[in-house]
């Protein structure tokens, strides 16, 4: 019975540092081409998985829709200048990325240009 415990527990050890690598997903954007929406953030959620803004955009015929962008995890956010007081509500933002291939208003962003001019990337240094 001893022999065939500890291929059972090495077996476990394997699969539980297995599991939460394969819990990360990839965004489920359209690469075809990149979106770019202006409004006003009324969320900054600083978290992880992926820091997501909830930004308020008019649209061309005078409508308001809710637009939620985001990006990489904190680390790679913060390697690349942001913090969590990068953003506030009540900022004006325009954000370029790639959106939800189900059409979804979700924007896996590229770069931010805020209010005062300041570009802001995400993913390259």
Same mark, same amino acid.
Request: aromatic share 8%.
């Given at each position: 019975?001893?022999?065939?415990?500890?291929?059972?527990?090495?077996?476990?050890?394997?699969?539980?540092?297995?599991?939460?690598?394969? @819990?990360?997903? @990839?965004?489920?954007?359209?690469?075809?081409?990149?979106?770019?929406?202006?409004? !006003?953030?009324?969320?900054?959620?600083?978290?992880?998985?992926?820091?997501?803004?909830?930004?308020?955009?008019?649209?061309?015929?005078?409508?308001?829709?809710?637009?939620?962008? +985001?990006?990489?995890?904190?680390?790679?956010?913060?390697?690349?200048?942001?913090?969590? !007081?990068?953003?506030?509500? +009540?900022?004006?933002?325009?954000?370029? +990325?790639?959106?939800?291939?189900?059409?979804?208003?979700?924007?896996?962003?590229?770069?931010?240009?805020?209010?005062? +001019?300041?570009?802001?990337?995400?993913?390259?240094?």
């Amino acid at each position: 019975m001893k022999v065939l415990r500890t291929p059972a527990l090495v077996m476990l050890a394997l699969m539980s540092t297995v599991l939460p690598l394969s @819990a990360h997903h @990839a965004w489920p954007v359209s690469y075809e081409k990149l979106v770019t929406v202006k409004g !006003t953030v009324v969320e900054f959620s600083w978290a992880n998985p992926h820091p997501m803004m909830t930004v308020s955009v008019r649209t061309d015929d005078g409508r308001t829709e809710q637009w939620q962008i +985001g990006g990489p995890a904190l680390n790679r956010m913060e390697a690349n200048g942001w913090g969590k !007081t990068t953003v506030k509500p +009540g900022d004006v933002l325009t954000g370029t +990325g790639y959106q939800f291939a189900d059409g979804q208003k979700i924007i896996r962003l590229e770069r931010v240009v805020l209010a005062d +001019g300041r570009e802001m990337r995400l993913y390259a240094r």
